[in-house]
């Protein structure tokens, strides 16, 4: 997982691929929930929640894949 900066006043950039990285962040997001707004600790809340959404986006199936994959299987 790519960790954003303390010291940086831009929106920090956050990366998650596994499920590991995914929990952390989550609990970053539980620490972070207080945070300021506009304040470096808000802004690398956003990042958490923005990776979290693209994570979760990456894990769903389409399922007319996985209903064309199940069908071959069959038979």
């Not at 920090?12 to 600790?41: H, M, Q, W």
């Not at 994570?55 to 996985?66: E, F, G, I, L």
């Amino acid at each position: 997982m790519t960790l954003p900066t303390r010291h940086s006043p831009e929106q920090p950039t956050v990366i998650i691929n596994t499920s590991a990285e995914y929990d952390a962040a989550r609990r970053e997001v539980k620490r972070l929930a207080n945070a300021e707004p506009g304040s470096v600790d808000a802004l690398t809340s956003q990042a958490f929640s923005a990776a979290m959404e693209a994570y979760d986006a990456r894990q769903k199936v389409d399922p007319v894949t996985a209903n064309a994959d199940a069908s071959d299987s069959d038979g």
